[in-house]
């Protein structure tokens, strides 16, 4: 009886340790594909500022470029401001399809990602 005892007590601290691994590889696996989403996203949110300070300065340009072929600064900012409008209204039409689906796809492709 000892021996089916020290049998089965080894069976049970191994399945402890390794259930005891298992969790910690997936919280690494977890802690891995958050940082590397998170590094995207913030590699993603720098390109983005320095690309809307870029669009701010050739907007304030094309702005003060069509105000002064039509001798009105005024127009020319109102021109701009409604061509965004309606840069606006495109992307609220097609939010689904060019910002909502194209970032879930981006999250689960680096949840699936199994290298580490």
């Known amino acids: 009886m000892t ?3 020290t049998t089965i007590d080894e ?9 005891k ?8 696996e ?6 590397d989403i998170f590094s ?11 690309v809307v300070l ?5 907007s304030i340009g094309l702005s003060l470029c069509i105000g002064y072929y039509l001798d009105s600064s005024f127009l020319g900012f109102v021109i701009v401001a409604f061509g965004y409008l309606s840069l606006a209204i495109l992307f609220y039409i097609f939010r689904e399809k060019w910002i909502k689906i194209p970032v879930s796809n981006f999250i ?3 949840m699936k990602n199994k290298t580490i």
């Open 40 to 50: 995207n996203l913030a590699v993603k949110f720098v390109i983005t500022i320095v």
């Open 54 to 58: 870029f669009l701010l300065l050739l």
């Open 30 to 35: 977890t802690i891995y594909k958050l940082a």
């Open 11 to 19: 069976l049970i601290e191994k399945s402890d340790i390794y259930i």
């Open 108 to 110: 689960i492709s680096k």
């Open 3 to 5: 021996m089916q005892t």
């Open 21 to 28: 691994t298992s969790i910690n590889l997936y919280k690494y």
